[in-house]
């Protein structure tokens, strides 16, 4: 099976997503330089430059998981990675009222500082259509990285360590506990980095030729 110009693009271009992703959840500039420590209206409008990249980078890097796992775990490793990218895309949503909160707080001229929560409170309905879909990120998180763990398309630790990052998630972001936003940031950075290097340097995985003649030989894959 030989790599056209096409595959080539694609395989470097989703290595490149898992890297620069591994980069952003080990500085974080989404979390670090939060909404809560945004004073200026360049900061607070910086977030919204920064969160669509990430969105960018995220669906880069799921297009490599998902062409790792096609040969032994396809329809798993679709579901998964849909449900993150849809939960990253409601992120986005969330850090535009973030954004819109921080403004508020900060002062605006004839707007009262809690008027986003003056309009959840009227509308609810509001309030459930944005904030609780973002779980699904995380439980994406666990579907893809059990899903990896178990297909092994790469180590197996990088599975494991993908889904440890999608339980603590919610843990660090919705508890508000500082440890489980680090060490879900730190579980996350591994793995795309981990992912990301490998699909870099190991072309015949992206290829799929050891897969093949692997299956073809009853073996399971290397770890």
Known sequence: MTATNDTCRRRLISAFCCLALGLFFLTNPITRFSVEGAKSTGQIAMIGFVAPLHVALMAGALLGMTQLLRHRADRAGLIGATLVLLGWVVSTRIMVIGQLD??????????????????????????????????????????LGLTMAVARPIHRSAGVLLAIGGVLFPIGRIGGYEWAVVSSDLALAATFALTGWRIFTRPELWEGEEAVLLEARGEPAHA
Do not use: D, E, R, Y
Request: charged share 0%.
């Open 102 to 143: 921080a403004l508020l707080t900060n002062g605006v001229p004839g707007v009262p500082a809690n008027s986003l929560q003056k309009i959840f409170q009227h509308a609810p309905l509001v309030f459930a259509s944005i904030f609780p879909l973002g779980l699904l990120f995380p439980i994406g998180l666990i579907v």
